[in-house]
């Protein structure tokens, strides 16, 4: 049985789909894979056991992805499995931070008593709230999340700009013709009333929203951060609506620093906690990752390039190597000189490393002992798995 150990509430679609084929489920701590989501993995010590670690999610700045890139551990996410539940928080967001809905609330329950329909009557004048239909709304980062909050924007009579220099061919299809493209985020900055940020946590997003970003905003408009705390300098949006800069700052990542501020919402980082989102992630995470270790083939890796081919030999070699050159024509001398016939290789690179997939049919026992041994000394080879076709 192979094992897997998972952190975090893992939806049991994803944990069935990994039971009925044939996985255990955290029964020992060397397993051959982990399946997580936001538990913090940079303080764990991973076992060399480990050939693959899941993030049923998107983020995945809790994962030490360097350091697993240098170990041959392929890291694994689930694109857009709750892309849709955070885009239905972020339009929650955007109504509250138009209304003050949950000041009303408070106050509904407070008339309790006597004649409450008078008094919320007579009272009600200061829960006014303005209409987002008109409104800009400026959208950083049109990924999964961004292009659908922003499609689903245009939808609610807003104006919408987007800023997304690194935009992909898939993505970009999918945002709506009436979405402006800014060429700058300073563009976004100063057109939007309210600014919502869907983009990863990595060192050069650090703070991306900070003092000089902020004092760039119209006065009087709206932060949102569904993202991930220290994307947004807190303390800096916090000094900016203590001046009265920004009118309001809603987020999805609690700290201490921004409690019981008047102008704050905050919500316990529950984006992408619906269970369709945790169904579909997990479900994705499960295949991708049974996928891998059954077939080679890679779906979704945010370390290595994806290399997804049918698999109709008896055998494939997956070898994860560094991305330099001679590799390609070193492996497949490798397999020459040893008389072992390639059906098929496929190659791939993305920065510093690659993944070589090799299909073979005659594959004898003694050769498969020696070619794993043998191709992990060739220099710059990371990892060599060898797969075997039950179907064949
Ligand atoms: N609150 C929650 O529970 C959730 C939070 N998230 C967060 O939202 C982030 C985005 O999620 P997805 O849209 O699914 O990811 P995605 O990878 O589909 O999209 C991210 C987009 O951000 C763009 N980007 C990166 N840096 C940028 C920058 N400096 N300026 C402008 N654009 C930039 C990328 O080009 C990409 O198109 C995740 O990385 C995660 O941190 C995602 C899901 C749930
Ligand atoms: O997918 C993401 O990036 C998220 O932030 C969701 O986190 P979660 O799996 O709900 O802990």
Same mark, same amino acid.
């Given at each position: 049985?192979?094992?897997?150990? @998972?952190?975090?509430?893992?939806?049991?679609?994803?944990?069935?789909?990994?039971?009925?084929?044939?996985?255990?489920?955290?029964?020992?701590?060397?397993?051959?894979?982990?399946?997580?989501?936001?538990?913090?993995?940079?303080?764990? /010590?991973?076992? &060399?056991?480990?050939?693959?670690?899941?993030?049923?999610?998107?983020?995945?700045?809790?994962?030490?992805?360097?350091?697993? %890139?240098?170990? !041959?551990? #392929?890291?694994?996410? @689930?694109?857009?499995?709750?892309?849709?539940?955070?885009?239905?928080? /972020?339009?929650?967001?955007?109504?509250?931070?138009?209304?003050?809905?949950?000041?009303?609330?408070?106050?509904?329950?407070?008339?309790?008593?006597?004649?409450? %329909?008078?008094?919320?009557?007579?009272?009600? !004048? !200061?829960?006014?709230?303005?209409?987002?239909?008109?409104?800009?709304?400026?959208?950083?980062?049109?990924?999964?999340?961004?292009?659908? #909050?922003?499609?689903?924007?245009?939808?609610?009579?807003?104006?919408?700009?987007?800023?997304?220099?690194?935009?992909?061919?898939? /993505?970009?299809?999918?945002?709506?013709?009436?979405?402006?493209?800014?060429?700058? #985020?300073?563009?976004?900055?100063?057109?939007?009333?309210?600014?919502?940020?869907?983009?990863?946590?990595?060192?050069?997003?650090?703070?991306? $929203?900070?003092?000089?970003?902020?004092?760039?905003?119209?006065?009087?408009?709206?932060?949102?951060?569904?993202?991930?705390?220290?994307? #947004?300098?807190?303390?800096?949006?916090?000094?900016?609506?203590?001046?009265?800069?920004?009118?309001?700052?809603?987020?999805?990542?609690?700290?201490?620093?921004?409690?019981?501020?008047?102008?704050?919402? $905050?919500?316990?980082?529950?984006?992408?906690?619906?269970?369709?989102?945790?169904?579909?992630?997990?479900?994705?995470?499960?295949?991708?990752?049974?996928?891998?270790? @059954? /077939?080679?083939?890679?779906?979704?890796?945010?370390?290595?390039? &994806?290399?997804?081919?049918?698999?109709?030999?008896?055998?494939?070699?997956?070898?994860?190597?560094?991305?330099?050159?001679?590799?390609?024509?070193?492996?497949?001398?490798?397999?020459?000189?040893?008389?072992?016939?390639?059906?098929?290789? %496929?190659?791939?690179?993305?920065?510093?490393?690659?993944?070589?997939?090799?299909?073979?049919? &005659?594959?004898?026992?003694?050769?498969?002992?020696?070619?794993?041994?043998?191709?992990?000394?060739?220099?710059?080879?990371?990892? @060599?798995?060898?797969?075997?076709?039950?179907?064949?």
């Amino acid at each position: 049985m192979t094992n897997i150990k @998972t952190y975090n509430a893992i939806s049991a679609k994803g944990l069935n789909y990994l039971t009925t084929h044939g996985y255990e489920i955290d029964t020992t701590e060397e397993p051959k894979a982990i399946l997580l989501r936001s538990q913090n993995l940079h303080q764990e /010590t991973i076992a &060399d056991s480990v050939r693959a670690v899941v993030r049923a999610g998107a983020g995945f700045n809790n994962i030490p992805v360097d350091e697993l %890139s240098k170990r !041959g551990i #392929v890291v694994f996410n @689930t694109p857009g499995g709750n892309a849709n539940a955070v885009k239905e928080l /972020t339009i929650a967001s955007l109504i509250l931070a138009a209304r003050p809905v949950v000041g009303a609330i408070g106050f509904a329950n407070e008339t309790r008593g006597g004649d409450v %329909s008078l008094r919320t009557e007579v009272n009600k !004048g !200061g829960y006014r709230g303005t209409e987002l239909a008109g409104k800009t709304l400026g959208v950083i980062g049109l990924g999964n999340v961004g292009s659908k #909050v922003a499609n689903t924007a245009l939808a609610l009579d807003m104006d919408v700009i987007g800023y997304d220099p690194g935009l992909n061919a898939n /993505t970009a299809w999918r945002i709506d013709r009436h979405i402006a493209h800014a060429k700058s #985020v300073d563009e976004v900055l100063q057109q939007s009333d309210y600014v919502t940020v869907h983009i990863p946590l990595t060192e050069k997003n650090k703070f991306f $929203i900070a003092a000089d970003s902020l004092s760039k905003m119209k006065p009087g408009a709206a932060l949102l951060n569904m993202s991930r705390g220290g994307i #947004v300098d807190d303390l800096a949006a916090k000094a900016a609506l203590d001046q009265d800069k920004l009118r309001v700052y809603i987020t999805d990542f609690a700290d201490e620093a921004l409690f019981d501020h008047p102008k704050v919402i $905050i919500t316990p980082h529950i984006g992408g906690s619906t269970v369709e989102a945790e169904d579909t992630s997990a479900l994705m995470a499960a295949r991708q990752l049974d996928t891998y270790l @059954t /077939t080679g083939n890679i779906v979704n890796s945010v370390n290595y390039p &994806d290399i997804n081919e049918p698999f109709v030999t008896k055998y494939r070699v997956g070898i994860i190597h560094e991305n330099v050159p001679n590799m390609i024509s070193q492996i497949s001398k490798f397999f020459g000189d040893n008389g072992i016939n390639i059906e098929q290789l %496929s190659n791939r690179a993305v920065g510093a490393y690659a993944y070589t997939l090799v299909a073979i049919n &005659d594959f004898t026992d003694e050769q498969q002992a020696y070619v794993k041994t043998a191709l992990d000394e060739i220099p710059h080879v990371i990892l @060599t798995r060898r797969y075997l076709n039950e179907d064949y």
